[in-house]
T-cell receptor
Framework: KNQVEQSPQSLIILEGKNCTLQ??????????LRWYKQDTGRGPVSLTI?????NTKSNGRYTATLDADTKQSSLHITASQLSDSASYIC?????????????FGRGTQLTVWP | EADIYQTPRYLVIGTGKKITLECSQT?????MYWYQQDPGMELHLIHY???????EKGDLSSESTVSRIRTEHFPLTLESARPSHTSQYLC??????????????FGPGTRLTVT
């Protein structure tokens, strides 16, 4: 069964600190992995997308890694800001359909305190 | 920021009412999607469309229906709302690249509460 599991479920950190969010998946055949940021009451916004051949991708203070062998990804946030408080969702796409089937994790709820 | 819009943003309605959630995009995307998301849970695909006059049901069974008469417009309708329909509904669209890994752009969502 194709699944995406994220950990931790929630995380609280102080402003300025770094943190790392984890994503494990069983989706096959694998096409790509994305990390989305979803602010409360808003739609998800894409942060990074990585294909099978990419093992790291950065977007400002966000750095995503991918290990396609172990089917694990991480999202590292550097020097956190209050505006980083949001849900971070790991999304994996398979190559098995023309629709571009997406499998969503439940997200990690990050809270940054001043 | 993606040019995809949803109205209303919030809706509180009584049981048995008919409602239509609007979704429009100005990017010329062929593919459009409706997702349902409950608090703390993953997004579930309920409807999608490859283009005008094309609609398909997604993975999660839904009593809602959709239509795609124009490329930019993909409304979702509930003929008779029930409390079990209370949820957040997210609309998305993706570029017509023909690749399986199309980037999906999401609207801000409609928070529906049925009393």
């Amino acid at each position: 069964k194709n699944q995406v599991e994220q950990s931790p479920q929630s995380l609280i950190i102080l402003e300025g600190k770094n943190c790392t969010l984890q994503c494990n998946y069983t989706v096959s055949p694998f096409s790509n992995l994305r990390w989305y940021k979803q602010d409360t009451g808003r739609g998800p916004v894409s942060l990074t997308i990585m294909t099978f051949s990419e093992n790291t991708k950065s977007n400002g203070r966000y750095t995503a890694t991918l290990d396609a062998d172990t089917k694990q990804s991480s999202l590292h946030i550097t020097a956190s800001q209050l505006s980083d408080s949001a849900s971070y969702i790991c999304v994996v796409s398979d190559r098995g359909s023309t629709l571009g089937r997406l499998y969503f994790g439940r997200g990690t709820q990050l809270t940054v305190w001043p | 920021e993606a040019d995809i819009y949803q109205t209303p943003r919030y809706l509180v309605i009584g049981t048995g009412k008919k409602i239509t959630l609007e979704c429009s995009q100005t990017m010329g995307h062929d593919k459009m999607y409706w997702y349902q998301q409950d608090p703390g849970m993953e997004l579930h695909l309920i409807h999608y469309s490859y283009g005008v006059n094309s609609t398909e049901k997604g993975d999660l069974s839904s009593e809602s229906t959709v239509s795609r008469i124009r490329t930019e417009h993909f409304p979702l309708t509930l003929e008779s709302a029930r409390p079990s329909h209370t949820s957040q509904y997210l609309c998305a669209s993706s570029e017509p690249t023909g690749r399986a890994q199309d980037e999906q752009y999401f609207g801000p969502g409609t928070r529906l509460t049925v009393t």
